[in-house]
């Protein structure tokens, strides 16, 4: 079976500095791993996602994840936290079949000014 | 161009009732799935459906129950509504349904059981 782990249900950084996220998951099977954005009262937006070739995953809005195998590890970073990206940050997993996608429960990102 | 569209945004039910949420997938995408967020919660998977059939399952009672149309809209129903169906549920829409494809997701609809 799959899971997600998110350490942190809330994390807090200040305007600019470093952003990092973590998530770890369980699969039995070579993974597809995502991280979701998801703004008040709105659905869930994609950030980045991870299949095949390349461990470190760029996404939009400036946020890169790098996929660690031997740590089961995709943990979503960010070199300079800007106010905008207060929000919920999803990790998520899912089969080759991508017929279900496992869901964290969340971390929620916080940005002082 | 149009996102995915839920409807109703929200809807308060009695418990023992039944409800119906809509979901229209953006255009050209075949794939809908449905998915749970509970307050405080990551979302959790129901359904997806895909050229009209049911292709994967989450674990949720047999009161939820779903089905795509031939223009590829989609439903969700649930019947005998408990408190604990109380939440946000989420469409997703993709071309489709596997993981080469990115899923967009649409704002939800707010249930609340009373």
């Known amino acids: 079976a799959q899971s997600v782990t998110q350490l942190g249900s809330h994390v807090s950084v200040s305007e600019g500095a470093l952003v990092l996220l973590r998530c770890n998951y369980s699969?039995?099977?070579?993974?597809?791993l995502f991280w979701y954005v998801q703004y008040p009262n709105q659905g869930l937006q994609l950030l980045l996602k991870y299949t095949t070739g390349a461990t470190l995953v760029k996404g939009i809005n400036g946020f890169e994840a790098e996929f660690k195998k031997s740590e089961t590890s995709f943990h979503l970073t960010k070199p300079s936290a800007h106010m905008s990206d207060a929000a919920e940050y999803f990790c998520?997993?899912?089969?080759?079949?991508?017929?279900?996608?496992?869901f964290g429960a969340g971390t929620r990102l916080f940005v002082k000014a | 161009d149009a996102g995915v569209t839920q409807s109703p945004t929200h809807l308060i039910k009695t418990r023992g009732q039944h409800v119906t949420l809509r979901c229209s997938p953006i255009?050209?995408?075949?794939?809908v799935s449905w998915y749970q967020q509970v307050l405080g919660q990551g979302p959790q998977f129901i359904f997806q459906?895909?050229?009209?059939?049911?292709?994967g399952r989450g674990n949720f009672p047999d009161r939820f129950s779903a089905r795509q149309f031939p223009n590829y809209s989609s439903e969700l129903n649930v019947n005998a509504l408990l408190l604990g169906d109380s939440a946000l549920y989420l469409c997703a829409s993709s071309l489709t349904g596997t993981q080469n494809t990115e899923a967009f997701f649409g704002q939800g609809t707010r249930l609340t059981v009373v």
């Open positions: 699969s039995s099977v070579p993974p597809y």
């Open positions: 459906y895909y050229e009209k059939e049911e292709r």
């Open positions: 998520a997993v899912s089969d080759t079949g991508g017929f279900k996608t496992i």
């Open positions: 255009s050209g995408h075949k794939s």
